[in-house]
């Protein structure tokens, strides 16, 4: 066994000389809304120099997952980012399905973009409070936390739960929308446009929220893209990539959205980018829902989506089948897939090696914000230390998907 | 630009290191030789215009001959092309050069791929582990560290009402 000398560049003693002080911002700072550590070289009250240390919670999802049957991965995804669990659900059910080969239907492409888009509302209205909180006003993250829980209420009537949500199945869902969410999701679309008004009249031409966000944390396009940004934080750099037009998966093409951009790269562009995206989520939950067409909310997967219970009980192949799934008895075909979807933060991508057993040989998961958080120590050089932590919590950078 | 022009250009430009072509997969996958990869994506980002490193990460195939993999997905956002490049180097001497000069993004991606297959890219800037705590020995997604196996018998579990 070798044994490796790691260090972690900490204090350089030309600093003594320099009068830099060294702060230690984390691991458990209140204001870093997870577990990261940021070290600090100070010039007075500017930031000559970072250096992160990550990896506090990480669980190694990729090996576990090397030893799980399909079905049993999506639980691990709900980890990842868990402010929209659902789309990484979601991803990872599609992307299983492009390894099987099979097509879905527009009914459930339809229910999948509903229950995405709610994600992703939720992922921007959590990440857009906590800005506010973080410069100070609290009010509007008290309005908006009580719409999130109106969609953790709809959550909670499709899959039963909230936080970790574990939706849908390999081949669709588990239960077709009861008109309880539907009519959940009619009144989500009615009282969230009011509240995001409201938020906005807080914040949006608020004086001092703009002379605290603008030109704070920029990044140029260039070396946004040479960092590998993705979602809202690139787009708020000026680059229209957007994975839902890019590579539309679910049926994203039968649909008419515009992607909003910035133009600085700071965090006052995130914030308008995350607004703006709320409303497009809005108006796209609108017309699928709309629009959702009639059929089968799960397609002819015998395989690998479980037959209803009542089957079970009495028919001979929906028990075997039931028994195959459960214990994680199917093979599934040899191949490499790569397949992403845009997540709340980013292009969450999966990349699946299969070798044709019970479970996966390889499993890589691109986590967004794993590869720009990177870029943090570029983004805040030479600014203060309260700027920073406004950049941190603009990034949207989650501990789970940071660390997998 | 399609496949075919891509893999044209590559050939025309490096005819020894393109070792092997697949575009059977959902995109196109190209195996390159260990020493020429830098060069190969620096042309791929310059001429071809795959400016942005999707992803970096390793694999262990420990059948093979050279068990230790390194796994490349660009993209080119102008011609929505996404490209897939292997490069597969030996337990005794997995170095490899790294990307960071060319993707700033790799820097973390590469760090990732040493703490878990130990891989060394050689020049990266600070090649330490990432995620594992620093003290580590192993790397653990190395396939000789198997998970337990959830069917094996000979575990006494009577103290956790099993």
């Known amino acids: 066994m070798q044994q490796f000398e790691a260090e972690h560049k900490i204090i350089n003693p030309e600093d003594f000389e320099k009068n830099f002080s060294t702060l230690n911002l984390g691991p458990t700072h209140p204001a870093t809304h997870g577990i990261f550590q940021n070290i600090l070289t100070m010039n007075g009250e500017t930031i000559e120099d970072a250096v992160q240390t990550i990896g506090y919670i990480h669980r190694a999802f990729e090996k576990i997952a090397e030893r799980r049957p399909f079905y049993q991965i999506t639980p691990l995804t709900d980890r990842l980012n868990y402010c929209s669990a659902p789309i990484n659900n979601l991803g990872w059910h599609m992307t299983v399905e492009k390894l099987l080969g099979v097509a879905s239907t527009k009914r459930i492409d339809y229910m999948r973009i509903i229950v995405m888009e709610l994600a992703r509302i939720a992922d921007h209205l959590i990440c857009n409070s906590v800005i506010g909180v973080d410069s100070g006003a609290l009010t509007g993250f008290v309005y908006m936390f009580e719409k999130r829980e109106m969609i953790y209420d709809i959550y909670e009537e499709i899959c039963g739960a909230r936080l970790t949500s574990n939706v849908g199945r390999i081949g669709g869902f588990e239960r077709d929308f009861s008109p309880t969410v539907i009519q959940k999701i009619r009144e989500l679309l009615v009282e969230l446009p009011k509240t995001i008004n409201q938020f906005e009249n807080l914040l949006m031409r608020n004086r001092i929220f703009m002379d605290r966000t603008i030109n704070v944390g920029s990044i140029s396009a260039e070396r946004a893209l040479n960092y590998s940004f993705s979602g809202p934080c690139l787009r708020a750099a000026g680059v229209d990539y957007d994975v839902r037009v890019m590579n539309p998966y679910s049926s994203y093409e039968d649909f008419d959205f515009t992607i909003p951009l910035g133009i600085n790269g700071d965090t006052y562009d995130r914030f308008c980018v995350r607004q703006e995206e709320i409303k497009q989520s809005l108006h796209l939950i609108k017309s699928a829902l709309e629009n959702l067409p009639e059929g089968d909310y799960h397609m002819d997967v015998p395989e690998f989506y479980l037959p209803p219970k009542e089957k079970v009980y009495s028919e001979m192949e929906s028990l075997i089948w039931h028994f195959k799934i459960v214990m994680g008895e199917i093979n599934v075909p040899v191949g490499e897939v790569y397949h992403a979807v845009e997540g709340g933060n980013g292009e969450l991508g999966f990349y699946l090696v299969s070798d044709g057993g019970r479970t996966p040989f390889r499993l890589h998961f691109r986590r967004p914000g794993f590869i720009y958080y990177q870029a943090f120590p570029e983004m805040i050089k030479g600014s203060v230390l309260s700027d920073a932590i406004l950049t941190m919590s603009s990034m949207n950078v989650i501990a789970g998907e940071l660390d997998a | ?162």
């Not at chain 2, 620096?42 to 993999?69: D, M, R, W």
């Not at chain 2, 050069?97 to 990266?124: K, L």
């Open chain 2, 1 to 162: 630009m399609d496949n075919e022009f891509i893999i044209q250009q590559l050939r025309e430009k490096f005819p020894n290191d393109v070792l092997k072509i697949d575009t059977s997969s959902d995109m196109l996958m190209m195996e390159i030789a260990k020493s020429a990869i830098c060069d190969v994506v620096l042309f791929l980002k310059n001429e071809l215009n795959f400016i942005y490193l999707t992803s970096l990460c390793g694999v262990h195939y420990p059948e093979q001959a050279l068990p230790l993999g390194v796994v490349y997905h660009l993209h080119n956002l102008q011609d929505n092309i996404r490209l897939r490049l292997k490069v597969f180097l030996s337990d005794d001497d997995p170095h490899i050069d790294t990307c960071v000069e060319i993707f700033s993004a790799a820097n973390w991606m590469e760090r990732e791929t040493f703490d878990f297959y130990g891989i060394i890219f050689d020049e990266h800037p600070n090649l330490i582990r990432i995620l594992n705590v620093e003290y580590m020995d192993y790397h653990p997604m190395r396939k000789e560290y198997p998970l337990e196996d959830s069917t094996r018998t000979d575990k006494d579990d009577k103290f956790f009402g099993r």
